[in-house]
């Protein structure tokens, strides 16, 4: 009996795992997950084809994102563990779009970068000036 009930009990935990808050597409294999909470925001790499799970490439808290054909960029408060983001820090990340994620270096993903050097990269990769980003968390 108390065999039983511990397996129910797993298997109703791993269920409850694989549920998340929020998956938005942004381009191609990249999505905006938060598992629990909005805070939770991040943004993964998923390739249904090799059935991976949706692995992390910028950890919460995801707060703003834009997209072309060539970079995502996203602007991030940092968390620590469980704690809030941290409003008063905005970390900027910018993610090569490949159509394949190299786990070792992310892709040549540059980040996390201050407001000054975010604007000095851009002008290096010709990334337009004042891009308008989308909030995906208020």
């Known amino acids: 009996m108390k065999t ?15 549920e998340v808050d929020m998956k938005e597409k942004v381009i191609g294999n990249y999505y ?17 084809e090799d059935n991976s799970n949706y692995s992390t490439i910028v950890r919460a808290t995801i707060f703003a994102v834009w ?6 960029i996203v602007k991030q408060h940092p968390r620590i563990n469980l ?31 201050d407001q000054n ?5 851009c002008k290096k990769l010709k990334i337009p000036p004042n891009i308008e980003f989308e909030t995906t968390l208020k």
């Open 117 to 121: 050097t975010f604007d000095d990269t």
């Open 32 to 48: 905006l997950i938060a598992a629990d909470l909005p805070e939770d925001m991040c943004l993964t790499y998923h390739s249904a």
């Open 67 to 72: 997209h072309n054909k060539e970079y995502i």
């Open 83 to 113: 704690d809030p983001p941290n409003l008063e820090k905005t970390n900027f990340f910018i993610l090569p779009i490949k159509e394949k994620m190299n786990y070792n270096n992310f892709n040549g993903l540059i980040g996390p970068i």
């Open 4 to 18: 039983g009930l511990t397996f129910i009990a797993v298997v109703i935990f791993l269920l409850g795992c694989n």
